[in-house]
């Protein structure tokens, strides 16, 4: 497998001023593609959908992450399982289109059954015409291929290869840092999720998102009201990276109203918003009266899609009057992060010119960019060493 050079990557391991990022067979070649969704997207805990998306029991709903075949479903405890979607007996894939099961998870191809906690159930003429059971087939063993997993702010996360650690101790500081918002959060309706297609690679996304560099050229708009002179750095080596701003200026409709605060948030969220990038692939919002998730889908090594969802303090229903400011927000967001398109798809087509040798790094702008870059490079070196 055609891979990057140790020494590339160990340009990436330095500081800031001296570093270069990523070589560009992570953004244009499809073997680097298939080692870092098995060192980055399968080794980490990647997030894969949201909790709204299956809200009531016996919800499910199939999904192709990097081309591994999942499903999540909601089971009669209220928990949400994921698993891999496909068949004990022969592979099939299991469930085509999202659905509310009343009954099992029967396979189409020789009805096989399992229940929403992925238990085998039933294995119909298994053991002849008229016999359901057989010796060699041990039901206890032959549940569906459990994914672990872990749900927060509503986003579900996987960990595919089982070998990270825990969740909440990959996430502890971002829940450390929110703290604050650790409380019931509402997807706010129809229109506040969308999505985006981009020709790009995913780490390309995420590196857009971690900087407000960009600011007075791409979003200028935004930056009237929010600066980049506003804003600050987000570092946590490891763990996530990005940027917050001293200015948040509340969306207001015709009549002055506002969305409601989340309760018992202290004076700094008066004004203050923040933004990071959860490494590997979640991008996060955070304000006193709403909050987004954006999920980074790769698709391909220059194919991505961003699922975008909005939360409030409130549900929908208990606040009807704001129901056009909660359609202008997803707009407004929806503009934003549009206009980021063009220009993650413009370095993804940069990174085919062969001379471009990772860049050059603002030491005062970039750091919390380089911060993803070193964790990448750092997390593919670790693999290699594994495989080798």
């Known amino acids: 497998m055609a891979t990057t050079p140790h020494s590339n990557l160990d340009s990436v391991l330095t500081s800031t001023a001296m570093a270069k990022g990523l070589p560009n067979e992570h953004y244009i070649s499809d073997a680097v593609f298939d080692e870092e ?99 060699a ?6 549940g569906l291929f459990k994914i672990k997993s872990a749900v927060w702010q509503d986003i579900i996360f996987v960990n595919i290869s089982n070998n990270a650690q825990e969740f909440t101790d990959y996430a502890a500081k971002t829940i450390e840092r929110w703290s604050e918002f650790d409380k019931p959060i509402y997807h706010g309706g129809e229109t506040s999720s969308f999505t985006l297609n981009l020709n790009t690679n995913w780490k390309l996304a995420v590196e857009n998102y971690c900087e407000s560099y960009h600011l007075p050229w791409v979003h200028p708009e935004l930056n009237i009201t929010s600066s980049v002179e506003d804003h600050y750095h987000i570092e946590e080596p490891g763990f996530f990276s990005g940027q917050g701003s001293y200015v948040y200026n509340q969306i207001k409709s015709e009549d002055g109203s506002v969305f409601p605060d989340f309760e018992g948030l202290s004076n700094k969220w008066d004004q203050a918003s923040e933004y990071i990038a959860l490494y590997p692939n979640v991008l996060l919002g955070t304000h006193r009266d709403h909050f987004f998730s ?87 070196k670790n693999f290699r060493s594994l495989e080798n």
């Open 37 to 135: 969704k098995k060192a980055i997207l399968f080794n980490n805990w990647s997030a894969i959908g949201f909790g709204k998306d299956i809200p009531n029991t016996g919800d499910i709903k199939p999904m192709s992450f990097v081309d591994m075949p999942l499903l999540m479903a909601r089971d009669e405890n209220n928990n949400i399982n994921v698993f891999q979607n496909t068949c004990r007996h022969r592979g099939m894939i299991l469930i085509e289109e999202p659905k509310n099961l009343s009954g099992l998870i029967t396979c189409p191809y020789h009805s096989w059954c399992y229940n929403l906690k992925g238990e085998l159930c039933a294995t119909p003429m298994v053991g002849g015409t008229d016999i359901n059971t057989h010796k």
């Open 294 to 380: 954006i999920i980074i889908e790769p698709i391909a090594t220059n194919k991505t899609v961003e699922h975008v969802s909005l939360y409030y303090a409130k549900k929908p229903e208990e606040m009807p009057e704001l129901k056009p400011l909660i359609d202008s927000n997803a707009l407004f967001w929806k503009t934003v992060f549009s206009e980021d398109i063009g220009v993650v798809e413009g370095m993804q087509r940069g990174r085919k010119g062969i001379m471009f040798d990772g860049g050059k790094f603002s030491p005062t702008m970039d750091s919390a960019t380089h911060c993803f870059h070193r964790w990448i490079a750092n997390h593919i």
């Open 137 to 142: 087939i041990k039901n206890d063993e032959l």
